[in-house]
DNA sequence: ATCACTGTATACAGATTAGTATAATGATGC
DNA sequence: GCATCATTATACTAATCTGTATACAGTGAT
């Protein structure tokens, strides 16, 4: 049982959401994770390498974590649409937030045949679709338009509140959703 | 009459947005301007003091194109917070669109004791407050709420715009907000 | 005890970065 | 013709970055 990848992992997470991702290097990770190089270049072969997987471990938390509280809390499929924002909500606020990876890697990474960019751009496409998935569900007649502007409110949310903490944008990001939600279900 | 200066403004405005900040290095900038590092440092007394001017020139057309567009077109307060978004799409689907500066810098300088930080993110307020001033002018009740909104539905579909351009989130950014403007209207 | 394995420590290569020093160029005005 | 000024050209420093090479320490199994 190493351990020390998933160290590393985290380390470099949250070293990303608070430094910016160029401008952590790699011998700060090491440091702060408390081991050496040759460990991390061990487990990934590059820093790119390594930028990818905190991408991937960040998007699943979320999207895990997301699931399993509209599955145990909802029943009906447009309780699951109504209830979105407010878990969201819920996450943002949590103390161990470390901001959404795929928004601030594609604003580092904004070239498009960028490895970075590629996969944070597909993981802002999968959430759009995860919400147009609820849509669907809750028979709103707009599912597409509805899904893009809810995923819109949330990317704006997300940016608001990294930019300023506790600054209750997500609060009125919910108000916001519910205004749409309803009006696309009265359709 | 240099225009020496105004074109490594240009230039660096196009290289940050096109390639990021943190990886566009000066000697990038002063190749494509076609000059020389010697002169940059003329100007722009250090590489950050550059992008906080690229910030500063970039905000300042933004608001100018935005001020002139509803002065002109538009009489009547509740008319000109309508066709808010009409005109921010006629801006972000512009052909010579570069990007919102601010949104794009803050996620590459986190730290918010970082002169960049700070610069963007009271851009970022200020434009929120320039809708702020257009909801009370429209006699919106809840102009904090919605000036709120409308900036992070903005600030979304600037990003999504910005991630895949021509992805029409813009076109769902607009009706969202005339969702909310006429939700907070009849209130 | 020896072998295999994981991780440490450290030094280094090679590339890139921001910023500076110095000399040369070229145009303008007197 | 001469001085002034902005700009160029080029070389350099010093720091930082990713990635690697090498030698060493500890641990567990057989």
Redesign the interface.
């Given at each position: 049982m190493t351990g020390l990848r998933e160290k590393i992992l985290t380390t470099a997470s949250n070293l990303f959401?608070?430094?910016?991702i160029?401008?952590t290097g790699v011998d700060t990770i090491v440091a702060v994770a408390g081991t050496t190089k040759m460990t991390l270049y061990k487990y990934f072969g590059s820093k790119e390498v390594l930028i990818l997987e905190v991408l991937k471990q960040g998007h699943l938390d979320f999207q895990n974590w997301l699931n399993d509280k509209l599955s145990n809390n909802t029943k009906q499929p447009s309780e699951k649409l109504q209830k979105l924002f407010d878990y969201i909500e819920e996450w943002v606020t949590s103390p161990d937030f470390h901001g959404v990876g795929f928004?601030?890697a594609?604003?580092?990474?904004?070239?498009e045949d960028n490895p970075v960019h590629q996969l944070?751009?597909q993981q802002?496409q999968q959430f759009k679709q995860y919400i147009h998935h609820l849509a669907t569900e809750a028979n709103i007649k707009d599912a597409e338009?509805l899904s893009?502007?809810l995923?819109?409110?949330?990317?704006?949310?997300v940016?608001?509140e990294?930019?300023?903490r506790g600054s209750?944008?997500i609060k009125?990001?919910k108000?916001?959703a519910k205004?749409?939600i309803d009006?696309a279900s009265t359709q």
């Open positions: 959401q608070t430094q910016g160029n401008s928004i601030k594609s604003a580092e990474f904004p070239q944070s751009s802002s338009g893009l502007q995923s819109l409110i949330f990317e704006g949310a940016q608001a990294q930019m300023k209750g944008a009125y990001a108000t916001a205004i749409l009006g």
